[in-house]
């Protein structure tokens, strides 16, 4: 059974930082794309960032360029998302995401999901 499992949310004020984990069980991790996407209250899933396989592609939506990174430890099957100079509009549920394969930034592509972690930036 596929399992990820984030890790790390919390309460930060804005300009501060977070690192999210995700950890992976029960899938070949290293054949796999993972992704994060995050949803606001009342707002849709969005695209946040994904990491291709051996971590040789990454792609970032454009709201978070140059303040998070995606990485990933085929060996201990994590994927980590460190986000840096945090915006209240960065609040929202955080999940990990697996599709086979390829990178994809749409939300119906990826077949496991976690359950999600809050994150909130205070103004």
């Known amino acids: 059974q596929v399992q990820l499992v984030e890790s790390g949310g919390g309460l930060v004020q804005a300009g501060g930082s977070l690192r999210l984990s995700c950890a992976a069980s029960?899938?070949?991790?290293?054949?796999?794309?993972m992704a994060w996407f995050r949803q606001a209250p009342g707002k849709e899933r969005e695209f946040v960032v994904s990491i291709s396989r051996s971590a040789d592609s990454t792609a970032y939506t454009d709201s978070v360029k140059g303040r998070f990174t995606i990485s990933r430890d085929n060996a201990k099957n994590t994927v980590d998302l460190q986000m840096n100079s945090l915006k209240p509009e960065d609040t929202a549920v955080y999940y990990c995401a697996a599709r086979s394969w390829r990178l994809s930034n749409t939300p119906g592509n990826y077949r496991h999901w976690g359950q999600g972690t809050q994150v909130t930036v205070s103004s």
């Open positions: 029960g899938l070949p991790f290293s054949s796999y794309a």
